[in-house]
């Protein structure tokens, strides 16, 4: 049984809309530090939105700043993304990643995260 799973990615055109979902199984979700990535093929693992065990939370500067936002639902051990205004360089397969840390705060390096789940592709036709 996987960990964490997402859903929600799809097909969308520039402008729209999606909200990404991460299931967790097997672990208390609001216990741990959470981050949101995305890669596209041949390039880093992109750090998009954090949130600690405590509900501090960081967004990567840049041009998801103001457009993505990160959330958890701890009745439903689930933590969303709210991907707003998508353009076609939003195109990835976007994943979640926890770990259990103590640290007040949280990491938008996918260096920091223990756990993955297995990624959904989000597409922005233009």
């Known amino acids: 049984q996987s960990l964490l799973v997402e859903s929600g990615g799809g097909l969308v055109q520039t402008g729209g809309s999606l909200r990404l979902s991460c299931a967790a199984s097997?672990?208390?979700?609001?216990?741990?530090?959470i981050g949101w990535f995305r890669r596209v093929p041949g390039r880093e693992r992109e750090g998009i939105s954090c949130?600690?065990?405590?509900?501090?939370?960081?967004d990567a500067p840049g041009s998801v700043k103001g457009r993505f936002t990160i959330s958890r639902d701890a009745k439903e051990n689930t933590a969303y993304l709210q991907m707003n205004s998508l353009k076609p360089e939003d195109t990835a397969v976007y994943y979640c990643?926890?770990?259990?840390?103590?640290?007040?705060?949280?990491?938008?390096?996918?260096?920091?995260?223990?756990?993955w789940g297995q990624g959904t592709q989000v597409t922005v036709s233009s």
């Open positions: 990643a926890v770990v259990r840390t103590s640290w007040s705060s949280c990491s938008l390096n996918h260096l920091a995260y223990a756990y």
């Open positions: 949130i600690s065990d405590s509900g501090h939370q960081i």
């Open positions: 097997g672990i208390t979700l609001e216990t741990y530090q």
